[in-house]
């Protein structure tokens, strides 16, 4: 497990299973259980938008 150190804090980063929940309720905004080719497309767009990037 990895731990970072600071003046203030000492903090661990949760377990890869924890993450890879997270990461999947983020994407899976329908609450399907399932990520759907909609999602994707939005989350993209977002992402390029974030990024300044156009969609040609």
Avoid: C
């Avoid at 993450?19 to 329908?30: K, V």
């Avoid at 609450?31 to 990024?51: C, H, L, P, W």
């Amino acid at each position: 497990m990895f731990v970072h150190q600071n003046r203030t804090a000492t903090w661990a980063l949760p377990p890869v299973g924890v993450i890879y929940t997270l990461a999947f309720r983020l994407y899976d905004q329908g609450q399907t259980g399932f990520i759907e080719r909609e999602e994707v497309k939005q989350m993209v767009i977002a992402i390029m938008m974030e990024s300044d990037l156009k969609v040609t």
